[in-house]
């Protein structure tokens, strides 16, 4: 468990935006590496985003990992070993979440549905955690952004 989870498991689900506004936003250079992922927010949303994943092609969901440039995976634990699916750009724009301009992974448009319809908006805890914002920009649901934690675990990591 990261070091921030206590803490932010316990803010409800409409705190995280201005969590998400108080922080800076990283330099796409400054993220190359393997992150583990891991759900945060409230415990219904913690208990319900693996299950909602797998629903949507992503399950066994690990972590990310950044190759350098402007490019990212994410990474999914099957089989017993990590596997690299579903590519992602790194854009600075501005965000959904906020208005500031900031680092968004935009899901490759070859990627299944959802995928092509989600971002994930990225800002800084520390100098190795990252707070993401999912946002699915599909009817309702992009209205709603869905907290999640990436901690650095290393440059290649075994991959």
Known sequence: MNNHSQKLNRQPLQAFKSIFTS??????DS???????????????RKSAGPSLS?????????????????????????????RIFSMQLVNISSQVDGKTGLTLQYARTNPFPW???????????????????IVNFGLLRKLAFPFLLQFQGEGYGL
Request: proline share 4%; net charge negative.
């Open 55 to 83: 629903l949507a092609g992503l399950g066994g969901w690990w972590g990310k990992e950044f190759c350098g440039g402007a490019t990212a995976v994410n990474l999914v634990y099957r089989g017993g070993q990590l596997k």
């Open 23 to 28: 922080l800076s936003s990283p330099e796409i």
């Open 116 to 134: 092509p319809f989600v971002i994930d908006e990225l800002r800084r805890l520390d100098e190795t955690c990252l707070l993401g914002m999912t």
């Open 31 to 45: 993220l190359v590496g393997v992150y583990r992922a891991e759900f945060t927010g409230p415990a219904w949303l």
